[in-house]
């Protein structure tokens, strides 16, 4: 994950307080192997994290397919998998601070 990094600057690792990224063992890693700092972010706010938006998008484009087994559905996922560009991901990021903005004005609470 350093690697990945390297060169570009001042970075910060961030994770969402997911109940599965919160024990001691799983800090203590995180620190290991890829930064001494960990900034904390609410847990449970999909609004604030881009890639939620990328597996909304992917779960309408499943729910269209209507899959009525396992296999189906893993066709399902992984045709929905291949409409995710690196554009619309770039997009999803740059869309932040609006989305960000929105939510300051409305106090947390989404319309």
């Known amino acids: 994950m350093m690697n990945i990094f390297e060169g570009r600057g001042v970075w910060r690792f961030q994770q969402d307080g997911a109940p599965a990224h919160r024990p001691l063992r799983v800090k203590r890693y995180i620190r290991r192997w890829f930064t001494p700092k960990i900034h904390p972010h609410p847990a449970q706010s999909p609004d604030l994290n881009p890639i939620e938006m990328v597996w909304a998008q992917m779960k309408i484009l499943v729910e269209r397919e209507r899959p009525q087994n396992k296999?189906?559905?893993?066709?399902?996922?992984l045709k929905s998998w291949e409409t995710i560009t690196k554009e619309k991901i770039i997009k999803c990021i740059e869309n932040m601070p609006e989305k960000m903005k929105n939510i300051i004005e409305l106090n947390g609470e989404l319309s």
Do not use: C, D, R, S
């Open 71 to 77: 296999g189906q559905l893993k066709v399902a996922l």
